[in-house]
């Protein structure tokens, strides 16, 4: 069985940065060999893609964005901690949502419905 669990959520004003964690466990689980991925849902909104970053032997442009955060969002993993981060910077209210960590074998995607696991997520709310 497959546990992640996000941290770092908050509130922050506008302008603001966040840090988010989500460590992941498991008996049998392989975290370098799978890709991670942040997603968000707002209130009565689906949850969308925010940022993904391939497994550790992925040759090609390891990480993804949506387009909204691109420049602002970092995602970056510590395979010696099973942790992926999801820095954001310059934070906008339209950014308020619960934040889900996500993994699957090998190859990042942006869909939702490609990932196997997920955590119970994290609230962010920015004020403006």
């Known amino acids: 069985q497959v546990q992640l669990g996000e941290s770092g959520g908050g509130l922050a004003q506008a302008g603001g940065s966040l840090r988010l964690s989500c460590a992941a466990s498991?008996?049998?689980?392989?975290?370098?060999?799978?890709?991670m991925a942040w997603f968000r849902q707002a209130p009565g909104k689906e949850r969308e893609f925010v940022a993904a970053?391939?497994?550790?032997?992925?040759?090609?442009?390891?990480?993804a964005y949506t387009d909204s955060v691109k420049g602002r969002f970092g995602i970056s993993r510590d395979n010696a901690k099973n942790t992926v981060y999801l820095q954001m910077n310059s934070l906008k209210p339209e950014d308020t949502a619960v934040y889900y960590c996500?993994?699957?074998?090998?190859?990042?995607?942006?869909?939702?419905?490609?990932?196997?696991?997920w955590g119970q997520g994290t609230q962010v709310t920015v004020s403006s």
């Open positions: 996500a993994a699957r074998p090998v190859a990042r995607s942006t869909r939702v419905y490609d990932y196997n696991y």
């Open positions: 498991g008996p049998t689980f392989t975290f370098s060999s799978h890709a």
């Open positions: 970053i391939g497994y550790s032997g992925y040759t090609g442009a390891n990480t």
